[in-house]
């Protein structure tokens, strides 16, 4: 199981999500889920990581 935001976007992407989907629903830009997805966010917001692990846990299990 993905332990951070970055392995968390990875997945869903890997399943077949895009980084503008993902987007939406955490309520973020799709260039800020791809600024997390290849690290040049390392440490986003706490409300950011929660909302990305959300959707992981409700779409990607």
């Not at 970055?6 to 989907?21: A, P, V």
């Not at 290849?38 to 409300?47: A, D, L, T």
Request: charged share 20%; hydrophobic share 35%.
């Amino acid at each position: 199981m993905p332990q951070n935001p970055q392995e968390y976007i990875k997945s869903l992407i890997k399943k077949g999500f895009t980084e503008q989907w993902i987007a939406q629903r955490a309520n973020l830009s799709q260039s800020t889920v791809n600024r997390i997805k290849v690290g040049v966010v390392q440490y986003p917001r706490w409300n950011t990581a929660k909302n990305i692990e959300r959707i992981y846990l409700q779409f990607a299990q």
